[in-house]
């Protein structure tokens, strides 16, 4: 096991940003394109017509990043009957009342009575994967979980809640975790899904994980989850996404423009998918916000934000990323081969 650090502020460099061509040269990963929903932070935002509207998008997979309300149980039901393949990752928000001193004096309950933490849990069951992995073996890719509940930042918070928990002290503890999910993972390509991102994506406020707040500036990532991602590498494990939410598009200190959704590096996607408010409401119809990712021989070819109606019809688009197109020509250049 590496030697990672284990002190109150862990250090991360900054992550070069840059856009490799990937290999195509697995044999055994799905010739066909898989289209996966990333839902961003939902923050009570979610009703029957997103399980219709993803339906209708015809998607393989969707991934949820959490903060679903302040222990909203309610809402965790809903999307633990989703009738579709999914893994999802719970957020500070959905143990809001639980996981820190501020939020067990302000609890709206009798803790000593009832554990939403713990309902929202067994609601789940598998399909949580925070510091766990789910594989799905018709898609040939495992979804690893980082760090459940996480707040972001360098500061190791909520001490007892993770000890009580998870029996974790600490960031190598943390990342020994994720770690050990990643390697029991059955299928050849590993995706990652974190509440909060990893460090390493800039420290600019307007970075995918930096602080919009003040002091302005510095990175609020996850250190664990970044030393994870940089050992499960190191082997030699595929990761053509690491998906996250928790610090929302929308910057606390402008209005002039958004936050950095997308960074590309070492042929790994990470996309920030935290659109909020992820409904919007435009005439007499209500729009639906989720990001979708392309993935086709275990790398990511196209991402878009896009807000549908009820129906799954898209009413707006955005281009997050898009595979050069010599490499995009590639993957559908190989697929027609195997149809021939």
Not at 15 to 42: C, K, N
Not at 96 to 121: F, H, I, M, T
Not at 251 to 267: D, I, N, P, W
Not at 305 to 331: C, F, H, K, M, T
Request: aromatic share 8%; net charge negative; with cysteine.
């Amino acid at each position: 096991m590496a030697d990672w650090q284990d002190n109150d502020r862990a250090q991360t460099p900054y992550l070069e940003q840059d856009t490799p061509t990937p290999q195509l040269t697995r044999s055994s990963f799905s010739d066909r394109a898989i289209t996966i929903a990333v839902i961003g932070d939902v923050h009570d935002q979610w009703d029957a017509d997103d399980e219709r509207a993803l339906q209708r998008l015809g998607v393989d997979l969707v991934l949820l990043v959490g903060d679903f309300g302040n222990e909203a149980v309610d809402v965790v039901r809903s999307i633990a009957a989703v009738n579709l393949p999914k893994a999802v990752i719970l957020g500070n928000h959905d143990a809001w009342y639980s996981a820190s001193p501020w939020g067990k004096q302000n609890c709206p309950y009798d803790r000593q009575k009832e554990d939403r933490v713990q309902q929202q849990l067994d609601l789940l069951g598998s399909a949580h994967v925070g510091y766990s992995k789910l594989d799905f073996p018709a898609l040939n890719l495992t979804v690893v979980g980082a760090r459940p509940f996480s707040w972001g930042g360098s500061d190791w918070k909520n001490a007892g809640f993770y000890r009580s928990r998870y029996g974790v002290s600490g960031w190598r503890e943390s990342t020994a975790q994720i770690v050990a999910a990643a390697e029991s993972a059955t299928c050849e390509t590993v995706i990652f899904l974190g509440h909060c991102g990893p460090t390493g994506l800039g420290d600019l406020p307007e970075s995918p994980c930096g602080r919009d707040w003040q002091p302005l500036g510095g990175d609020h990532g996850d250190p664990d989850f970044e030393q994870a991602i940089a050992h499960v590498r190191q082997q030699g494990i595929s990761i053509p996404l690491v998906a996250f939410g928790h610090m929302h598009h929308h910057l606390r200190h402008t209005k002039q423009y958004l936050r950095t959704a997308l960074v590309a590096s070492e042929g790994t996607i990470y996309l920030n998918a935290a659109r909020v408010p992820r409904m919007i409401h435009t005439g007499n119809q209500t729009l639906h916000n989720f990001s979708l990712v392309t993935l086709q021989q275990g790398t990511v070819t196209e991402v878009k934000l896009v807000w549908v109606d009820r129906d799954g019809v898209i009413a707006s688009e955005e281009s997050l990323y898009q595979l050069p197109g010599i490499v995009a020509n590639q993957v559908k250049d190989l697929s027609q081969n195997r149809l021939n």
